[in-house]
């Protein structure tokens, strides 16, 4: 069965540092997503990317973040210029239709 | 926007027994869906069951039903005959249907415990 994958698993990166979270949605899938999970907290919306464009962004989505689907596989995530407060899973999803199919999600961890 | 609320954090069910798990939304719109999602350790989310609000019939997937009750906007799901494998993080999920691209609206979700 058809799975959306994520890497890394784990990162570790310095306060103020780049990262770049990856995701390969399910081949078929048109929408895609990322959400985040504070520990202990619920899942939240980041932002929601189709037809190579941003369709939706919550107000946790601000101007450190940017979207991309490179190629016709990959759809990433950055984070330009990370804060201890992005301490987080991130978890990327995709959708052909009502139900999203999440990927196993990035624990990152900023120092 | 829309709300969704998990009022019970956490809950125990002994092995073979049943369990139900509450969740409780807000929304003035008329047509929608309801997911529960399962958390295991692992992390990943895995759909455990879905159902369309304009469905009167509570869905069912094997051992998981739900009790979708549309005027009182609650949407509980019962674990029958509950097994190890059970035991997760279980999340409540609401979406709009007009739009496919509509994001997800989670509840803060109950953590189940199968007693052997």
């Known amino acids: 069965e058809p799975e959306v994958t994520q890497t890394p698993s784990h990162q570790v990166t310095q306060m103020g540092q780049e990262v770049i979270l990856r995701c390969v949605p399910i081949s078929n899938h048109l929408y895609f997503y990322w959400y985040r999970q504070i520990l202990g907290q619920k899942v939240e919306f980041l932002v929601s990317f189709y037809n190579n464009e941003i369709s939706e962004k919550s107000e946790i989505f601000d101007d450190q973040f940017s979207v991309e689907r490179p190629d016709g596989s990959n759809f990433t995530l950055k984070i330009r210029s990370t804060k201890l407060e992005d301490s987080a899973m991130y978890f990327c999803a995709s959708t052909e239709r009502e139900t999203q199919y999440f990927g196993p999600g990035t624990r990152l961890l900023v120092l | 926007a829309q709300t969704v609320t998990q009022s019970q954090p956490e809950m125990s069910v002994q092995e073979a027994e049943t369990v139900t798990l509450s969740c409780t939304y807000d929304t003035s719109e008329s047509d929608y869906y309801l997911f529960w999602y399962k958390q295991p350790p692992s992390r990943q989310m895995i759909l455990v069951i879905r159902?369309?609000?304009?469905?009167?019939q509570n869905a069912t997937e094997n051992r998981f039903s739900v009790n979708f009750q549309k005027a009182a906007k609650s949407f509980s799901l019962k674990i029958s005959d509950s097994q190890l494998g059970d035991a997760a993080m279980y999340f409540c999920a609401y979406r709009s249907v007009p739009n496919t691209g509509n994001q997800f609206y989670f509840g803060t979700g109950t953590s189940l415990t199968v007693i052997p």
């Open positions: 159902q369309e609000a304009y469905k009167q």
